[in-house]
């Protein structure tokens, strides 16, 4: 089938603003957004940037808007997005783009890293040196937040995060969510702290566009919820 | 002002259900604001500068105030029936899965409320301004 790509370039040597570039490709229903402009990258224009690595939905690499909403390009298939034979990319929003899909992931990592996304734990190991162990229900609590895999889709789909790129976002409520309802962890009150801050986990305002762009179906905004309900009463269960 | 522009840019042009309802409440609360702070700096001219106050009562009575009270008022029913709808929300994260349909029911309960408060005083301006 015939597919028209048009995607947004930029590159901040030499264009002053964004412009469209305009491919027509002979593709398969069943080809991946990735495999469209691999096919772009690799045959019509070099100059392409974009990033990916494990090209299937692991590595959380290519992140882009794909006809107006985030997704991730190796896991949307053409037949799905194609309207009119055209299908329209652009990076992320809310990022200082690099160049064309590439935007600057440095303060989104920042964020994650405010809210220590690690195992806090300093009692002493079990009596047999192995691991902490914990009941299937205790996992069972934070299972939905460790399938995040950082590819930005909700932090860059929100609109609280367009207006004022401070707030820590969706991601990292969703990573800080992981460790506070580890029934191992005992940093929580930390990072309950860390969130409550002016631009912490208030700066929510429930508008759901993070759960509908996340590629792993996390219920995002519920998860910033229930993170809202332990400092509203200082319970965590 | 980086996130205006990337809001006014690009922002309304995501197709989120999210961000159009996001959108909507900040300038419908923008349009209540814009009033209050009117409203309080006007009354409080009738004890700081009478003759100000006075001429401001007048403004008010002008067609183009008119227009604005109906503003206000498509802005108060949709910024109290969607902020009640978020509230509920973030109260109980659990009803996550019935989001878009209390979406759908705000924006009905807007147009069932709004829709004829807004014609009941748009008739009684007209009637004022033809007499």
Redesign the interface.
Known sequence: MKLHLKIKRFNPEHDKKPWWGEYDLDVEPGDRILDALHEVKWTLDGTLALRRSCAHGVCGSDAM?I???NRLACKCLIKDEIKNGQIVI?PI??MRVLKDMIVDMDPFFAHYRSIMPFLVNDTPLPANGRERLQSPEDRQRFDDSTKCILCACCTT?C??F????EYIGPAAIVQAHRFIFDSRDQAAQERLEILSDVDGVWRC?????C???CPRDI?V??????V??ALRTGVIA | M???M??VK??W???????V???A?RISGLGIMFFLILHVFGMSMSFFNPALHEIMLETYKTPLFAVGELGLAACLVFHSINGTR?AL??L???W?LQ?KKATQYSLVATVVIGVPMILIMAMASINHFVK
Do not use: C, V
């Open positions: 808007r006809n107006g909403r652009e929003l809310g789909s609109p609280s367009w207006a004022r790129g305002r429930t508008a759901f566009n759960t509908e762009s219920k905004t519920k998860t910033i919820g229930e809202k309900e | 980086e996130g205006l990337t809001i690009e922002g042009r995501y197709k989120g259900s999210g961000n309802m996001w959108m409440h978020i929300l973030e109980r994260p659990e996550w989001q």
